[in-house]
């Protein structure tokens, strides 16, 4: 017999591998570039030279057989090092190299950390909108996933409306900012008045609630955006970080947990954190990544491009008429369906080979997102498909 469940996830993809999918096919019979795929959030910045310089020097160095070896589960000890390190240099947060677990990118850790806080009737708080995964990692972990509404007056976290969801069983809430899909940061104001709030009820219900940081676009801002750093604000906090969208290497598969030394039961929690990675099957992170980041930490992505990218977005489409969410970091804009549902907006896209994602999935529906993360050219090319899609909508 096989697992329904665990079929039915298998053969519904998310609605953005769908459209992607869609767009390689269409690729592949029209042209890639009669094709103006917004659809998924795969960087289109290259790595930085120092990452594929190093890579190919640790691929070619005597040590290459020990750079594809395992590696200790929670990482390659100068990999845990250098990260604590560089965080310590940036953040001043007393990180220590044993307080972090290496992982196959951000889903894995997220994936971790829920398990690692499962307990029976468990629930976890999601802020819509969300990165849509986080209700299948949270009921593959065995908790409840409950939302908060998206505030769509402007997208930011409002502590007041969190409030309500909290309840005795809440464990844990998943924060992400910059914000998959609307690209807002959340202000410090609103997380200071988050950590006040999980504070207080922490010690009304008896037991913590963990933040879950999620933060595979910390270093994605613009518009001098400032991403607080929640372990400084809130000591139940806890980091998912990702390689993937920051040093463009999503296919390579590196990311981590950072559980604070001052964090409650912090030390049980990174063992439990490392028996759920266990629990499946999780043996070590791709090891010549992990030599790659001991080498490399201190690297930060060249966000121009993504800049350019929002900028020419954004303010043809407001001129168009579109509303707009302005992003601060990340690489998506999200829109409002000018006239029906995002999902019909999002099938006259299709029909005119624009893929652009309807957030009925993020918890917004809405909405949809456009992936900035393509060539400029893309992004130039496109214009005339989105003025032409608002014009046949505001005709209809
Ligand atoms: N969290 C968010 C908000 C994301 O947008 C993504 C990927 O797009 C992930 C987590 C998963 O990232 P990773 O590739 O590191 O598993």
Redesign the pocket.
């Known amino acids: 017999m096989i697992n329904e469940e665990k079929k039915r996830l298998g053969t519904n993809r998310s609605c953005i591998r769908e459209l992607f999918e869609y767009g390689m096919k269409k690729a592949a019979e029209i042209g890639r570039e009669n094709v103006f795929d917004f659809s998924i959030?795969n960087p289109s910045v290259p790595s930085p030279q120092g990452v594929n310089d190093t890579i190919a020097a640790l691929a070619r160095s005597a040590e290459a057989q020990r750079m594809h070896g395992y590696t200790p589960a929670s990482g390659a000890p100068d990999a845990r090092e250098a990260v604590a390190q560089d965080l310590n240099e940036r953040f001043a947060c007393g990180a220590r190299a044993r307080d972090l677990f290496f992982t196959c990118?951000?889903?894995?850790a997220?994936c971790a950390v829920l398990g690692a806080l499962s307990v029976e009737g468990a629930e976890t708080v999601i802020l819509a909108p969300f990165?849509p995964?986080y209700t299948v990692f949270a009921a593959g972990a065995g908790m409840k996933s409950v939302i908060v509404p998206a505030n769509t007056a402007d997208f930011q976290l409002h502590a007041e409306e969190v409030a309500p969801y909290l309840t005795p069983h809440t464990q844990a809430i998943i924060v992400?900012s910059p914000n998959?899909p609307s690209g807002v940061v959340y202000s410090a104001e609103s997380l200071r008045a988050l950590a006040a709030l999980l504070e207080g009820k922490s010690r009304e219900f008896g037991h913590p609630i963990y933040l879950i940081s999620?933060e595979?676009?910390r270093e994605l801002v613009y518009d001098g955006a400032e991403v607080s750093f929640l372990p400084l604000l809130y000591r139940n906090s806890i980091v998912c970080y990702?390689y993937?969208?920051s040093l463009s290497l999503?296919g390579e598969?590196l990311?981590y947990v950072y559980v604070p030394q001052q964090a409650e039961d912090g030390a049980a929690l990174l063992a439990a954190v490392a028996g759920a990675a266990r629990a499946s099957g999780h043996v070590c992170a791709p090891s010549l990544m992990q030599h790659m980041i001991a080498r490399c930490a201190a690297l930060r992505p060249d966000v121009e491009a993504y800049d350019r990218n929002r900028l020419a977005l954004y303010n043809a489409l407001t001129a168009y008429g579109y509303e707009c969410v302005r992003p601060q970091g990340a690489f998506y804009l999200l829109i409002r369906s000018p006239r029906g549902s995002a999902r019909e907006f999002s099938e006259r896209a299709k029909r005119k080979n624009l893929l652009i994602v309807p957030c009925g999935d993020f918890g917004c529906p809405d909405y949809l997102r456009i992936g900035t993360c393509v060539s400029y050219e893309t992004v130039q090319r496109s214009l005339p498909v989105f003025k032409e899609l608002i014009e046949e909508a505001n005709a209809r």
């Open positions: 959030g990118g951000a889903a894995p997220l990165f995964e992400n998959n999620d595979p676009y990702s993937s969208k999503p598969r990311g």
